[in-house]
């Protein structure tokens, strides 16, 4: 089930007497129980599309769905959508964490009696009981971005949208922040997260879409997308040195051997006769080579840059 379908975005901001074509063309859907990563560089325009996404500024062209629901005419539409977005923005930092908790849940249609019951069950959940009457200033970053993921789930939406939702935490809030983003996609929900940390996105994600320059350069399944980058070379590394006899032998068959003793087969075919001709050497790993998401990344944003 389709949750967020946005078509042909597109956003130019006017500054200074210049226009800076922020969003050009961006399209992005995602379903029910997906995680999309939506990566890019700086300035690419991924803040400009969540928040024309999440109906927060008007785009030029192009539309939105939340569930079947147009954000920017019908403000139903935000009850199907929690939003964490850039910055610290997202909680009053005045009040403590349970009031923010009560307050965005009354503000996104809860009673009074749902919301503190609510927001009682996801302080139990991101472990913030303890911390429930201190107000947000006071709550080290970590804590506050629970607390910003937890009042966007109060109203239990359907889609959310988590911009940069790792930015400054340290290792174990980022492990939390990610088990969490596990969790609530498998009850269901659909993800957009976007993040520099592309290590996270390649865990995470189902799906990866790529923005350069205000418009999609890649959108597939992060399995897929990371395999056609990934070369067919099987890397052979044997515990110790590997005696001319062998060494003979496998240049023979058309591998290289780089200075520190490791094979390298480029076709997948000489794998077994490799493995054939250093039989019973112990051996350190035998390994593909596998492009990972930063590869990709990185090839995608240039080869883009020089068109
Ligand atoms: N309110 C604004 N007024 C003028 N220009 C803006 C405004 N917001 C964003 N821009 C410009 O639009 C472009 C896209 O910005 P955006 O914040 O969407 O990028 P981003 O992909 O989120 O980048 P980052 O990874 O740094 O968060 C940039 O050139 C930015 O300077
Ligand atoms: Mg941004």
Same mark, same amino acid.
């Given at each position: 089930?389709?949750?967020?379908?946005?078509?042909?975005?597109?956003?130019?901001?006017?500054e200074k007497?210049?226009?800076?074509?922020?969003?050009?063309?961006?399209?992005?859907?995602?379903?029910?129980g997906e995680v999309l990563a939506f990566l890019g560089p700086n300035g690419a325009g991924k803040t400009t599309s969540i928040k024309m996404i999440a109906g927060l500024i008007?785009?030029?062209?192009?539309?939105?769905?939340i569930s079947d629901r147009d954000p920017h005419r019908n403000p139903q539409a935000l009850r199907s959508l929690g939003a964490v977005l850039e910055g610290n923005r997202n909680v009053y930092w005045r009040l403590t964490a349970e009031e923010n908790l009560e307050y965005f849940g009354v503000l996104r249609g809860l009673d009074q009696r749902t919301a503190r019951r609510r927001g009682?069950?996801?302080?139990?959940?991101?472990?913030l009981m303890d911390k429930r009457q201190t107000v947000v200033q006071s709550l080290s970053r970590g804590m506050q971005q629970k607390l910003a993921i937890s009042?966007?789930?109060?109203h239990q939406p359907q889609l959310l949208l988590l911009d940069e939702p790792t930015l400054g935490l340290d290792v174990e809030a980022t492990e939390d922040v990610k088990q969490?983003?596990?969790? /609530? #996609?498998? @009850?269901?929900?659909?993800?957009?997260?976007?993040?520099?940390?592309?290590? /996270? #996105?390649? @865990?995470?994600?189902?799906?990866?879409?790529?923005?350069?320059?205000?418009e999609i350069v890649a959108e597939e399944a992060t399995?897929?997308?990371?395999?056609?980058?990934?070369g067919s070379t099987y890397v052979i590394e044997p515990e110790r040195a590997i005696e001319p006899e062998r060494i003979r032998k496998l240049e023979a068959l058309g591998v290289t051997i780089t200075e520190d003793g490791v094979v390298h087969a480029t076709e997948p075919t000489q794998l077994y006769a490799v493995l054939e001709i250093l039989n019973p050497l112990p051996l350190l790993r035998v390994q593909k080579d596998q492009a990972n998401l930063t590869d990709v990344f990185l090839k995608l944003v240039r080869e883009n840059r020089n068109v």
């Open positions: 089930m389709i949750i967020l379908e946005a078509r042909n975005l597109k956003k130019s901001y006017s007497g210049r226009t800076i074509a922020a969003v050009r063309d961006v399209s992005l859907s995602i379903s029910a008007q785009p030029d062209d192009g539309w939105v769905r009682r069950e996801l302080l139990e959940r991101f472990s009042v966007a789930l109060m969490l983003v596990r969790e /609530i #996609a498998t @009850e269901g929900c659909a993800i957009l997260l976007t993040t520099h940390q592309l290590a /996270i #996105a390649e @865990e995470l994600s189902d799906r990866v879409a790529i923005i350069n320059r205000g399995e897929d997308l990371i395999q056609r980058f990934s």
